[in-house]
């Protein structure tokens, strides 16, 4: 019988060698390592846990893993990346890993699952050294470990001694010369064993030395990994951080940090074919402060001189962003010599510098289109598909590339020769330019869950959403016989596919090629389905003029940087919109949220609103589609004539004014007890309706009182513990429906709108009171209205103890101090996890330096946001606090969390514990009450039996969420009664609404 560990791992081996066949697409003939395997920290945590338990079940035996190989080499190089050079310490850590004892036989084993894998998928094998023959079966493992721990201090100091000596701007073979050369003189003989590798050495040396910029082939997730764990050694980070400041000193003329120009065709189309016309270099678009250091060490006014141009004088500068050069001797620039500075020496070491960095490729390949016009060259690493047609061009006499029979020639300038070909019969001109043929069909299938192909048929669940991703321009999708449903997309575009509940045609064509597919659903595995919704249902116009509307973004996966435009339609005419760059989703969207603002402010500015007016609000969504959802004016049927208190139902009947509030006396009362409805101040008025339908009908008048009379301040009174009105005072059900009436009303004027957000607050406050307690009330003012957790407490501490601020870090302008502060708590949160369990400094391996990283990424993410918004970006950071200080910060935000107010009310402890550690930011409303459901201890003592369930912890939330919802749920007040019975659960909903709330408006605001 297959055991379950068994059957999981063959699950992690599909998977795997899935990641690894689309990383060998992309990587030519560089070989793979298993240490790239992409998977993050909890799924590597489940498949190690898989591996041991199977090899504790059946051992290491070669048919007892069939299927699975790859996850345990996966294991075993784990244990090869955190080799530390003594041969004698590696099988005792696998076996310790593993639990089990490991004899000759099994090691050998071990030997033939790697060399299978290279021969199969392209693996790296060990070099061909003393070392590797020695050990040659652990050398194996630690050369797919990519860069083991042991070559992490001596790798740091090459590289450190490499830059100090200008090292790290020579070309490629160079550069591993240079480090072969200052390895050897630190007698460091296994740095120099995993220098023999070329493609590593220059891969990974200059993404250490030019940090996230550099665009290396290794794969991210890797790459990310070895840069964070070098950077945890203290010495390697001082080494590295000195290093890093000579080369941004030194970037102006950096041959990796310039990128190279590059060649375009112009073709033109006529009546006898298509012709070359001419052959244009084109500068790089180079960042302005890459282009300022340029210019700093080459002059203002420096001049490139381009062999074959014109003989214009070419600006460097200009050059530098993205200028096209038309070349009319074509001969004479294919040459080594096609750029020079004028009046500057050619042995100049600068000048020869930045020509190898402006150096174009061969010229060899360009994309084709049949129309003509100016065509881009293929560069390295760019992927073609094989039904692309590609444009070749060679000069001289030369035939360097082999001229395939599919070719067509067509006519090109003296000294050049032309034709065009598909390019899957191009193959060795793409290997001469560095490019690779994409083995993809038309379009690529993406699904957060499995997707299952057999032959024409294409399986997927239907828990998560199936994303289709266009390969080539022009592609037309068809789903069903009909054909009704059809879209375009253009190449890399993106779309939503609907699971049908039955299998469906889907035709995919492009150019005359056609693909068909049979697209079925599998059963779901899980309720969760993505999904965007409109809250509260039916909403209003007026629930978006509050901010009592939300948008709910759904996903049975977490998404990462996803846009979503929001625009406000009245009469099929756009009046605003709104574009937000969520940093995740599930998403919960307020109107109440200061980004939305434009919307509620068109709404407002369009006076009279005649009831024959259509509103729309519109949700686009990035790869998922647009969301449509209509507003009416407003929940009732009963419309309002204007200028005066008077109500019209749908059958023509007319009814005045039935209850009244003011801003001092915010219960809706008789208007007969309102002793002079004329007075100033704010007033809200409800129609004489019966039931809850007037709470959504009423109108807000009057301004607020600026100078004299009486202070304006709402006084509820005492709130009786009931849902109705008692003796000791108005009930709970009274207070939220003068709540949602307040929230709902239409304001006449845009003081009594700023007014309203006043009173909400006030009567919130006593529904706190009365669920929560004062105590509760009173804690939560002096958290000021945030309940951040243990990330935001650090970025409060980082930013006031100037770890994360001042001194050499860039100024942040008032007004994008709050930005700051959410992605700099957003990045703690994401490093955070490492220091669980861990009270002090560790004597070794100090993980402070991921604190120091995500203060450079929260100001990378403050650039990009200014950037977006049209600024100058943000002066490039490197955060290097001493790690004590960090220590000492994070002591002070756990001791801040442990005296928590809020925490000696959150009873028990265990629920705190669980509540305080989750983050809030991803979690949608049905995760909310999940996570309840799992701190819920119920008071009910008889087995079988619920006293406050999930329907009632559904209404306690919504109270605080969207009270409309609430109001319109079924029960909600047996619910709410149940709740004021309970109130540690009462504490622990308020708690996760304002935990919920805080983070997705600060999540939202650090992405906007």
Known sequence: ????????????????????????????????????????????SDLMRHVGAQARLVGLGALDWLGASLSLAVFITEVGYGYRGNGTEFWPRVESEL?????????????????????RLGTAAPHDSDWARKFNIIAWPVRNALAPLEIHRPLALALGRLAASGGHNL????????????????????????????????????????????????????????????????????????????????????????????????????????????????????????????????????????AGGDGQPVFL??????????????????????????????????????????????????????????????????????LDWLLHLETGE???????????????????????????????????????????????????????????????????????????????????????????????????IPLPGVATDLEISCDGVTERHMLETAPAV????????????????????????????????????????????????????????LSAIPARIAFSEPELKPLRAAAFDVTGRPEDSHWTLSVGIEGFGRFDFPLRLRRSLWSRKADCLTWIGEDGTEVGAGLVASDRAPLPTDVWQERDPATMGIKLWLPDIPGDMRFYTG??????????????????????????????????????????????????????????RHLVQALENKLVEVFCGSDWLKAERELRGGTGGLAALLADEAIRHRLASGGGFPPVARVDRQLFRGALGRRFAEVLPAFEGLLDAP???????????????????????LQARGEDPLEETDAGSDPADWWAALSRARHRLTLSPLRRLVLPETRWGALVASRYDRLSDDDLIELLMRVHLDISRQPGVEWIGPAALRSGLMLWLSPVEMLETDGWQGHLARLLSDRHTARAIRYVALRSRGEKSLRLAASA
């Open 317 to 386: 500068d200009i050059f530098l962003q993205g200028e096209m050069v038309a070349l009319d001797r074509v001969e004479a620039s294919q040459g080594a010599d096609l750029l020079h500075l004028a009046q500057r020496a050619k042995d100049d070491p600068d000048v020869g510098e930045l020509v190898r960095a402006l150096q174009p490729p061969t010229l060899s390949l360009f994309r084709w289109h049949k129309d003509g016009g100016l065509l881009q060259s293929v560069g390295e690493a760019d992927r073609v598909h094989p």
């Open 699 to 756: 109108v807000i008048t009057g301004c607020p009182q600026l100078f004299g009379g009486e202070t304006s301040f709402p006084d509820v009174g005492m709130i009786g513990r009931a849902m109705t009105t008692s003796r000791v005072g108005p009930g709970v059900a009274g207070i939220c429906e003068a709540m949602i009436a307040w929230r709902t009303a239409q304001a006449d004027n845009i003081l009594a709108d700023a007014s309203r």
């Open 526 to 581: 899980a309720e969760k389905t993505f999904g965007c919704q409109l809250r509260p249902p039916e909403a209003t116009l007026d629930d978006l003029l509050s901010g009592e509307a939300v948008v709910a973004i759904s996903a049975p996966l977490a998404l990462d940087k996803t846009s979503v435009v929001i625009r406000l339609v009245r009469n099929g005419r756009d009046l605003a919109e709104c574009t937000l760059a």
């Open 843 to 865: 004597a070794e391996d100090d993980p402070a330096a991921l604190l120091d990283d995500a203060v450079d990424r929260a100001y990378d993410d403050l650039s990009a946001a």
């Open 398 to 496: 030369a035939e360097d590339m082999a001229r395939p029979a599919a070719a067509i020639s067509i006519a090109a300038p003296a000294g050049m020769r032309a034709w065009i070909a598909p390019a899957e019969v191009c193959r060795s001109a793409l290997v001469h330019a560095g490019a690779s043929l994409s083995d993809h069909g038309l379009v690529d299938f993406l699904s957060g869950s499995r997707i299952l192909r057999h032959g024409n048929r294409i399986i997927a669940t239907g828990d998560a959403p199936l994303l289709v991703r266009a390969c080539v321009p022009g592609v037309e999708i068809s789903l069903g016989e009909s054909g009704k449903e059809r879209l375009v997309l253009e190449q890399d575009g993106i779309a939503l």
């Open 171 to 306: 070309p490629d073979e160079e550069f591993r010369s240079r480090l072969v050369a200052i390895a050897d003189g630190l007698w460091s003989r296994r740095l120099s064993d995993w220098l023999h590798d070329s493609d590593l050495t220059t891969g990974l040396g200059r993404s250490l030395l030019f940090g996230e910029e550099f665009e290396s082939w290794i794969e991210p997730r890797a790459a990310a990994r070895i840069r964070r764990d070098i950077r945890m050694d203290g010495e390697c980070r001082q080494i590295l951080r000195g290093a890093r400041r000579i080369v941004r000193s030194q970037s102006g003329a950096s041959g990796k940090v310039l990128p190279s120009a590059s060649w375009i065709a112009s073709v033109v189309r006529e009546d006898t074919g298509y012709r070359v016309e001419k052959l244009l270099l084109r500068g790089p678009v180079v960042p302005r402060s890459t282009r300022e250091a340029v210019c700093t060490i080459f002059g203002k006014t420096a001049v490139l001189e381009i």
């Open 1 to 44: 019988m297959t055991s379950q560990d068994l059957v999981r791992l063959r699950q992690f081996d599909q998977e795997l060698r899935e990641h690894f066949q689309s990383l060998r697409q992309l990587r030519g003939d560089r070989p793979l390592f298993l240490i790239e395997h992409g998977l993050d920290e909890i799924r590597l």
């Open 99 to 119: 639990g089990v004892t490991l004899s000759g036989i099994d090691r050998r084993m071990i030997s033939d699952v790697f060399g299978n894998l290279h021969r």
